[in-house]
């Protein structure tokens, strides 16, 4: 899992798997420093996720590394607790039992008091008997055993047996079904220990030995170290006891189980240090090494105490006294004695002090009267019903929000007796400070604000520990040595009594409550602090509900405010096709009032066409979601004509039968469509229209031109059927010559076709078509339909042809338009000057690879380089019959082709006027193919 992360990124789920590695680099690979990184970046990316699932098991993972002491993730409190209302939250009832162990287990491994660890077994007890999680009651019963046994209320110290339970029916039970094995084992490590504490070192090891065997099975850390410890000292203390031959095997285990203590230690000396100094002595004592017994005893000693592993320290005072009362310095001893009573004590293991005070009656009159230096278990918290009630009151109160925050805030400042006080929200993740309260002459005054947590409003360090563990601060006197003494904000003001509280609703933090007072140390009594948790409580849930109700009329507010303000049609419906309330541009759009809605006469399935209803929630996932897209439908009005709507609908909640719909009318917009399209048709209808009309008007320009054309061949034609009729009438007729004038009348007739039907080509109104031809063929031909034209203006008409010209593809007869108005612009231009020869010239060139390029130059007036442009305008023309049509037209249909149209002045006089043709790309492939062969065939 962790390398699939690795490579492919990270799932919800790889926190889990990084935790998981850090516990297979620890306990099988000895790598504890990665292990503990790994641990960490898991549980840091679960807390930083806030996906619950897993949650519960990352920290039990977490909790098995060596490092990460059982007190790591929030003073006092043993990380599987968390666990526990983790896998609660995510409703993972497996984890929730195996938390239950866990923390026992942790609770033990810290030293923490018995009769908490009693009462939390009870409780574990209960609830994994209420779960029916067999294997749990197993496992904690094993570590309840012990518990008993220390606490004193078993028969004898070291048994577990009592009116309740007996020892050979539990043990044939775990040994019974290889699925309890991990409870068999840690039966046995829990038996170690409480035999090793009673003294009975033979039958401890035989625990150890027992334990060993299922040792494997077993991934917590914790356990382990009970078991190496324990037995490393069971061991050392059998020594003294057994032969010097059977002494060997058990010397030998004891440095394994040293070196693994020393591993641990080595990692986390916090919690592993003093167990392994412990170990050290034993062995130094059994080697002879006095002066290194004495000091890795008090090492051992001063290690436990420091860490507060109190139970540790009274196990190190203990062997310490049998050490030196073993070499007769009994004020050593008793000192030890005494401690290790102390110890034992204030562990609560009171069965293991009355065999104390069994073997060492005087220890018990040395006991100091005064109460123990350490006080466990929580301070009896006081409230006053009165006090309750009027926090209660002031608080629930209260449902708008800013003076609630007032409320909160100053109620807090009186109860505490701070000086100053800050309400923290949390929104997204980000912490921001949202009423600040100080008191002035007794009279506190709150004033509301929205700003940043900064490092000089409080201490930012305290803050972040209670965002993360949820768990309350008090800090008697912050300046004294505390986690968070180096704090600026304590450091500069001087900070003395401090208190956060994390403001809880349903386990989810919503905020926190920062209180201060600078005067005075301690000035936040445990009397005290019950009513702030209290308060805390209350003004969690009240924040949170009088937030959910601003939202709540906020968003009320908008959605009336969207509603009245009718911009657009919205009703609500319900699946049997009921409308149950609609806007006034709803009701107007389908024509019917106020007075038939509430009569129930509107329903949307009779709104709808029946085509449309048969779309209405049509696809699986409309029916899903409950959401319809915005579609063009129609309605029906109440007079019975269409109204084209856009319309759109989503339920309320996924599957309900209710929701809401919205909807736009479109008749405008379809009315301005139709009249849109219809005025395109329009202006397309004109263009075509115009186009025609330039051309006949071309047309009729050139009549005469026409006229002389078809004549020609006409009279030719009569002559020569006169001279065939005189051939007929000679003798004998000249059949030869009548031949000869027949086809010469053929020729004409068909020249006079040629010429009809040329001009019937470029008048009529044909659609465009797109064929090849060649571009040097039409070319002349406008030139034979115009030369006569030219010669009657008095204007030399020229050609130039390029030779090998490529085809062009496009519409001829289109083209040839293009070039006959081209042509005809130049004469008339001509026509108006006198100015020296009249000269037109048509030419063509090939612009390999770009086109052909066609060129009407003319020797007229030229063009205002200002209206070069100008002319291709639609309407632009300088004559007073000119349409200005003719040169806008050319350029339209030039471009269809691909191709370009432009003026510029002629080199000496006169305008050309130019356009090109993009090349037939089949022609280009085709060539480049050939091309590309010859050179192969070369
Ligand atoms: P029309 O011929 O009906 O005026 P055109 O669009 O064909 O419409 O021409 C627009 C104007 O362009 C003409 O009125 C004329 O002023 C100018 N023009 C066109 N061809 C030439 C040319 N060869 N030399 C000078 N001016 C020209």
């Known amino acids: 899992m962790g390398n699939l992360s690795l490579e492919h ?23 504890y420093k990665a292990a503990f990184r790994f641990g960490e970046l898991g549980l840091d990316m679960a807390e930083r996720s806030g996906v619950e699932r897993l949650k519960a098991r990352i920290y039990l993972a977490f909790g098995n590394l060596a490092k990460s002491s059982p007190r790591h993730f929030a003073a006092g409190r043993p990380i599987a607790r968390h666990a526990f209302e983790a896998a609660l939250r995510a409703g993972d009832l497996t984890y929730a039992a195996f938390s239950c162990n ?24 209960d609830f994994a008997r209420r779960s029916k999680f067999g294997l749990v009651v197993d496992l904690i019963t094993a570590q309840f055993g012990l518990v008993r046994t220390l606490c004193g209320r078993t028969a004898m110290l070291g048994s577990f047996n009592d009116a309740d339970f007996d020892e050979d029916r539990f043990e044939q039970h775990l040994g019974e079904d290889p699925r309890l094995s991990v409870a068999a084992c840690l039966y046995w490590i829990r038996k170690l220990q409480a035999r090793l504490l009673a003294g009975d070192h033979a039958t401890a090891v035989a625990a150890a030995e027992k334990a060993e065997r299922l040792l494997w099975m077993s991934p917590a850390i914790f356990e382990r170290a009970e078991y190496h410890f324990y037995a490393a000292l069971a061991r050392a203390a059998l020594c003294d006891a057994v032969p010097v031959a059977a002494r060997a095997r058990h010397r030998k285990a004891l440095a394994i189980h040293q070196r693994r203590l020393q591993e641990w230690a080595e990692n986390c000396p916090e919690n592993f240090a003093s167990r392994a100094a412990l170990v050290g002595a034993e062995i130094a004592r059994l080697k002879g090494r006095w002066y290194e017994a004495e000091r890795l005893y008090e090492q051992a000693i001063q290690s436990a105490r420091g860490n507060g592993l109190v139970h540790d320290e009274a196990l190190a005072c203990e062997l310490a006294a049998r050490f030196y009362a073993a070499r007769g310095l009994q004020i050593n001893s008793h000192a030890h004695l005494r401690g290790a009573r102390h110890c034992y004590m204030a562990w609560g293991a009171h069965g293991k002090v009355e065999q104390l005070d069994a073997l060492y009656p005087h220890l018990r009159e040395v006991e100091p009267a005064a109460a123990p230096t350490r006080t466990f278990g929580a301070p009896i918290e006081q409230l006053d019903l009165a006090t309750v009630i009027k926090v209660s009151q002031a608080i629930s109160g209260e449902i708008v929000l800013e003076r609630l925050i007032d409320t909160v805030l100053r109620t807090a400042i009186e109860q505490a007796g701070a000086e100053r006080g800050l309400l923290i929200s949390l929104h997204d993740g980000e912490s921001r400070i949202t009423a600040e309260a100080t008191t002035r002459r007794d009279a506190a005054e709150v004033k509301l604000c929205d700003a940043p947590v900064t490092a000089n409003m409080l201490p930012e360090s305290v803050l972040h520990y209670v965002l993360r563990t949820k768990e309350s601060v008090v800090l008697g ?3 004294a ?18 208190l956060c509280l994390p403001l809880l609703n349903q386990g989810q933090l919503t905020g926190v409550l920062y209180l201060e007072n600078n005067l ?55 699946s049997d096709g009921r409308i149950l309330e609609a806007n006034d541009a709803f009701l107007c759009m389908v024509g019917y009032d106020r007075a038939d809605l509430v009569a129930g006469r509107l329903r949307w399935t009779d709104l709808s066409p029946p085509d449309w209803l048969d779309d209405a929630m049509a696809t699986e996932e409309e029916r899903a979601t409950g959401t319809i897209p915005p579609a063009e439908r129609e309605y029906f009005r109440k007079d019975g004509t269409r109204v084209p709507v856009l319309c ?7 599957g309900g039968n209710q929701g809401v719909a919205f909807v736009l009318d479109l008749t405008e917009r379809k009315r301005a469509e139709g009249a849109l399209r219809e005025s395109e048709e329009a202006l397309r209808q004109a263009q ?12 009729g320009q050139l009549t005469a031109s026409i006229a002389h054309e078809v004549n020609q061949p006409l009279a030719a034609s009569v002559t020569n059927a006169e001279a065939a009729l005189r051939w007929l009438g000679s003798h004998p007729p000249n059949l030869e010559e009548v031949r000869d004038a027949l086809g010469r009348i053929v020729k004409n007739a068909n020249r006079a076709g040629e010429v009809v039907g040329r001009i019937r080509a470029l008048i009529k109104k044909a659609p465009p078509r797109r064929e090849r031809f060649d571009l040097n063929e039409a070319v002349r031909d406008v030139i034979a339909l115009t030369r006569r034209e030219a010669v009657r203006h008095g204007v030399s008409l020229h050609s130039e042809f390029a030779t090998g010209l490529p085809s062009v593809k496009g519409d001829r007869v289109q083209v040839q338009q293009v070039i006959l108005n081209l042509v005809m612009n130049a004469i008339e231009a001509m026509n108006g000057t006198d100015e020296g020869e009249r000269r037109l010239l048509v030419s063509t060139q090939d612009q390999a690879p770009y086109g052909v390029l066609v060129a009407v130059s003319d020797s007229g007036p030229g063009l205002d380089p200002q209206s070069l442009d100008r002319v291709f305008e639609a309407f632009y023309t300088t004559k007073s019959t000119g349409m200005g049509m003719g040169l806008a037209i050319c350029r339209s249909t030039i471009e269809a082709h691909g191709g370009r149209l432009w003026a510029s002045a002629n080199d000496r006089r006169g305008a050309v006027f130019q356009f090109t043709l993009p090349l037939d790309r ?3 492939a085709g060539a480049e193919e050939a091309a590309q062969l010859a050179a192969l065939g070369n």
């Open 648 to 654: 759109g609908a989503a339920a309320f909640q996924e």
């Open 922 to 924: 089949d022609e280009i």
């Open 481 to 498: 040595q505390t986690p968070f003494s180096a704090d600026p904000y304590i450091c500069q003001r001087q900070a003395r009594s401090v």
């Open 477 to 479: 006197d912050a300046t």
């Open 688 to 699: 075509g229209q115009l186009a025609h009309a330039n051309r006949v008007d071309t047309m």
């Open 9 to 31: 990124g990270n799932s919800d789920a790889s926190c889990y798997a990084y935790t998981a590695v850090g516990n297979v680099l620890g306990l099988f690979f000895g790598d």
């Open 520 to 574: 005075a140390a301690r000035v936040f009594a445990p009397t005290r602090m019950a009513v702030l948790k209290l308060l805390a409580s209350q003004a969690a849930i009240s924040l949170e509900n009088t937030r959910l109700y601003r939202d709540l009329v906020e968003r009320g507010a908008k959605i009336r405010r969207l509603v009245e303000a009718n911009i657009i049609g919205i009703f609500i419906w319900d």
């Open 102 to 125: 866990n923390v026992l287990t942790q609770l033990l491994a810290t030293g923490n008091p018995l009769a908490e660890v009693q009462r939390e077994a009870e409780a574990g007890l």
